[in-house]
């Protein structure tokens, strides 16, 4: 097709940059839609990391026992059997509610987790004393960071 007048020119031209946008524009979309493949892949990395954090917070043999534990004082001191299951309870909440928080938490939030693993253990190792000495102020830390370091 031979064009000789300018407005077929024009026309030609203004297709021609038409169809540049319009490239232009799906490119920006596959590379937005692979990004989104991207944050999607790191979004599921990221559950998983909290999984594997989670569980080991767990251990199985602290489950074992604890459950061991709170069965032997049922037979010798059942008020403090059921204190350590509402304390159970409350540890286990603390580590599922990690796993779905997708924020940081305040420390006081953290220590108080801390505090329901250490009475958890403190049945087992009664001698065992823990002293808290905090000077710090308010702020914030991921969950589930305290106790590994205990």
């Known amino acids: 097709m031979l064009m000789s007048d300018r407005s077929g020119y ?38 998983q990391s909290r999984t594997a954090v989670m569980l080991s917070q767990i251990q199985p043999h ?45 420390f006081e939030q953290e220590l108080e987790h801390l505090k329901h693993y250490l009475g958890l253990e403190q049945l087992r190792f009664p001698d065992v004393r823990v002293a808290y000495d905090l000077q710090a102020g308010p702020f914030v830390l991921p969950p589930l960071t305290l106790q590994p370091l205990v």
Do not use: W
Request: net charge neutral.
């Open 10 to 47: 024009k026309d030609i031209h203004e297709h021609s940059n038409f169809v540049r946008q319009d490239i232009l524009f799906k490119a920006i979309q596959e590379g937005v839609c692979k990004n989104l493949r991207i944050d999607s892949q790191l979004e599921s990395e990221l559950s």
């Open 62 to 106: 602290f489950l074992y026992n604890a459950l061991n534990t709170i069965m032997n004082l049922c037979y010798t001191d059942p008020d403090a059997a059921g204190r350590s299951v509402a304390n159970f309870a409350k540890y286990l909440r603390g580590n599922l509610d990690a796993l779905t928080t997708r924020r940081l938490i305040p």
